[in-house]
């Protein structure tokens, strides 16, 4: 009989994997504890936990204070080289989207920061759009844009209700965006927490988008992500000479 060399944790988390696909488990489905493992391989707690951790980092299991260890939901992935669509992306994993829109503000005067990155001068009218995005009723995004006001005169926030922001700007007439985002780790302020339904100091993950129409800015969204239900994905190549 071949001796199986793998590290212990390793062979503990392809036990886990087989355990929930053999019995078929669903998103939600509870598994074993940390105790009945250890009592299984005879390891010690820190060997579960490794395991444990190793198969939540990789979105297969979820802990849930004081109830266990579930079987984790799907996770949406925002594509970090490409646009993504949130309700598509839900829709293709069975899971419900839904947008609140908790803000709509035609402002003027805007921070210096929202100045700079739209080009205005301090008197130019700004749209402030802030939109929480759930899935299943569980908050797990929120988007706060701003848009030149000049360039979208006719705005109203019913229009948002019924459709996206990017069908906004086809109406606009706007037919091609290209820009950046950069991603940080954070830590949310107590509105974000509120509305985010987020424990005390509790990280994020926040990334902010800068969008130009030719060279005129016509977009700036911060999102803050809480981590769960979404997984950021990115495709990567390069050539080996």
Known sequence: MAFDRRPLYVVIMESVQNYISDRGLKPGEQIPSEVELMNQF???????????????????????????????EPKVSIEMNGFFSFNEEAKKLNQTPHTLITQ??????????IQQRLSLSSQEEVIMIQRLRLIDEDPVLLETTYLPGKRFLYLHQEELENQSLYDVFSHSGIRMVHGKEKYRPYLP?????????????????????????KDTPVEYTVSVLKSGKIALEAVIEKKIS
């Open 104 to 113: 709509f503000e035609r402002m003027r005067c805007p921070s210096k920061k």
């Open 189 to 213: 302020n107590e509105e974000e927490q509120r509305l985010l339904d987020l424990e005390d100091n509790v990280p994020t993950f926040r990334f902010s988008r800068l969008l130009f129409e």
């Open 42 to 72: 005879q390891v010690s707690r820190a060997t579960v936990r490794q395991a444990m951790q190793e198969l939540e980092n990789e979105g297969i299991i979820e802990k849930k204070h004081g109830l266990g260890t579930f079987v984790a």
